[in-house]
């Protein structure tokens, strides 16, 4: 059938849609979500219905073509394409088979991942499988394809020197910004750290937040080689660039959801440190309750998982089991995280006591990994890089290459509308829940409004006495505030 082009002037972007008349959408037996093949000229898109039951949306004979389908087929308003009915990509049939329960070969998943990045799935077929790995879980031959793939279908950084350094923490814990801190370190020792992170999906800030802060994070793959040359390392947003395309994609329908598949996990995290051609990856899993992981068991077991795949990929892993038990630094939020981040590194006594012990314990761990630094000594070179001001100058590099401006953390300020919660009676902070503070600071509209938040002036086993502050939450609006509050008090702190 042919029909005339109508310009929506509407992008959705990323999924081709059009959009049908309903009388021509009858005549080819053609219904919302199905598929059409369009034609013009040799240049041919597949792209997703949709119906309009009215002659104002799109007129008999006509197709309304969003953005993406007019580039796609170099067209415009008033021409016209050929339309023929499409069938659905043979992922989906993959995707039912997940849904069963069935396990899924290395070219089913393929499928799927090559249909995500090329925007061939539809947002509900999609999150069906995102759900269906969720429900149904993923064995090793699953995860170790659904890595391959992922890595595979995207650009990948190489780096011709070695080691290449790599860290990363499976998250859960609010405030917990020691890569910040840990990069900055290792490259003052000349460790090379292609450091790609990923937005807040449960939390109120991701690395890549907080460093979005401090300088951009959308940096192009062509200048990455040209900061490591430079620098040494960078601190991105990896969703930014096309490395592991599709994982950014799944990581958008997990988002809404607040979910985080075991085998999805996996993959999303050791396809990234493929793509960056890692060498050497310290893995965290923080523990405890109200963190992903509740216990040792779990970690262990996820720490095998990560050995695995480390060995496949020719990736060294070690492991590292963290306290998630309550947050780490004080600032929850991107302004807040990324102040924490500067004091400590220029070792401000506002510097939280925490993130500076557990940054120097991991960078001398990774020193010693590498052979940056003797069995033993890691620990104390980490603390000299950082006492010396080296960390503090190398981070300043990194943000002048990634385009920021030289940090000052006293021009990092939290929202105006304010909430203090004060201790009602003498005693010790005994639970500093992270589930609930992670709730809180994104309530208050972190990390969207990246200077909204939660400040812990008071953190777990430390005293307190009635009337003293225990934390303060910001947010940009009274509103916003409102709900922050009414999940804090619902809850509260304890106090013993």
Partial sequence: ???????????????????????????????????????RNGRKTIAIVDVGESRKAVLPGHIGLFEEVLDELSTKHGEVVN?????????????????????????????????????????IELTSFVIA?????????????????????????????????????????????????IVPILVAAGCIVPKTSSRAITSPSGTADTMEVLAPVQIPLRKLNKIIDDVGGFIIWGGAVNLAPADDKIINIEHPLSIDAEGQMLASIMAKKASVGATHLLMEIPIGRGAKVPDKRGAKHLAKHFAELGNILHIKVKT?????????????????????????????????????????????????????????KGKALAQQLLSTGAAWGAMCKIIEAQGGKPPNPEKL??????????????????????????????????????????????????????GERILTVYARNKNKLAFAIKALLKERVEII
């Fill in 1 to 39: 059938m042919k029909l005339t082009v109508k310009d929506m002037d509407i992008a959705t972007g990323d999924v081709k849609v059009v959009l049908l008349n309903e009388k021509d959408a009858r005549l080819l037996d053609l219904h919302p979500m199905d598929r059409v093949a369009l034609n």
């Fill in 83 to 123: 339309v023929e009915v499409a069938s659905k990509p043979e992922s989906i049939g993959a995707i039912k088979r997940k849904l069963d329960g069935k396990h899924l070969t290395p070219k089913e998943i393929e499928s799927i991942i090559r249909d995500i990045v090329d925007n061939k799935l539809t947002d």
């Fill in 133 to 181: 790995t969720y429900t149904r879980g993923m064995n090793t031959k699953e995860i170790v394809s659904l890595t391959r793939s992922l890595a595979q279908t995207g650009d990948v950084l190489r780096i011709k020197k070695y080691p290449v350094v790599d860290l990363h923490s499976i998250g859960g814990v609010p405030g917990n910004r020691s890569t910040m801190v």
């Fill in 320 to 376: 590292v089991i963290a306290d998630g038990s309550q947050p780490v630094g004080r600032g929850i939020g991107p302004v807040l995280e990324a102040r924490d981040v500067l004091w400590t590194l220029k070792e401000d006594k506002r510097a939280p006591q925490d993130l500076v012990s557990k940054s120097v314990e991991q960078a001398g761990i990774l020193l010693e990994f590498t052979g940056k630094s003797k069995p033993g």
């Fill in 413 to 466: 300020l939290p929202a105006r509308e304010t909430f203090t919660l004060k201790a009602k009676k003498n005693g010790k902070i005994k639970t500093i829940e992270t589930a609930l503070i992670a709730k809180v600071g994104r309530l208050a509209g972190a990390p969207l409004d990246p200077d909204a938040g939660v400040y812990l002036h008071k953190t777990c086993g430390e005293p307190v006495h009635k």
